[in-house]
């Protein structure tokens, strides 16, 4: 597979990537999705080395979202939920500039913790946000749409 370049902790694929991607995910993708543990045969590219492993369900799941996700052209980044971010990382991961971050983080709405004068987040923490600010957000456009439609404005 082509490598991709990497922005802090980013994978973005290239468009050879996703290609290679999308053939892995074709050939893969069914036995992927039955959620139960897969027999891999892996060889080296010079056929020098082969290795058959088992690979248990959840790292099957993985390896499939992986895949769609480089398929489909999406940058991933792999983030253990226990570790710590910087106002960066964090921004990052929620799309949302730095200085907009900080001032969630002042209003209390993320909790965060100081290291000398630097600001550190759990990411258990900002993906809790996260999933609560997604869900208030679609509550919000579903009742909009309700509200669109009750007036008959053709939504």
Do not use: C, W
């Not at 290239?14 to 036995?31: D, I, N, Y």
């Not at 039955?34 to 790292?59: I, N, Q």
């Not at 480089?70 to 960066?88: K, R, Y």
């Not at 964090?90 to 949302?96: F, I, K, M, S």
């Amino acid at each position: 597979m082509a490598s991709a370049p990497r922005v802090e902790g980013l994978v973005v694929p290239t468009s050879e990537a996703q290609r290679e991607a999308e053939a892995v995910l074709t050939k893969l993708g069914p036995l992927l999705k039955r959620r139960k543990a897969v027999r891999l045969s892996v060889e080296s590219a010079r056929g020098t080395r082969s290795e058959r492993v088992l690979l248990p369900p959840l790292a099957s799941d993985l390896l499939r979202q992986i895949l769609e996700l480089l398929a489909s052209g999406n940058a991933i980044s792999l983030l253990p939920v226990q570790s710590e971010l910087t106002t960066q990382e964090a921004a990052d991961l929620v799309n949302v500039s730095r200085p907009y971050l900080i001032k969630l983080l002042e209003e209390g709405r993320i909790p965060f913790r100081l290291v000398g004068s630097h600001r550190r987040i759990k990411a258990t923490d900002l993906l809790a946000f996260k999933e609560k600010d997604d869900a208030e957000r679609r509550t919000a456009a579903d009742e909009l749409a309700r509200a669109a439609q009750d007036l008959d404005l053709g939504y």
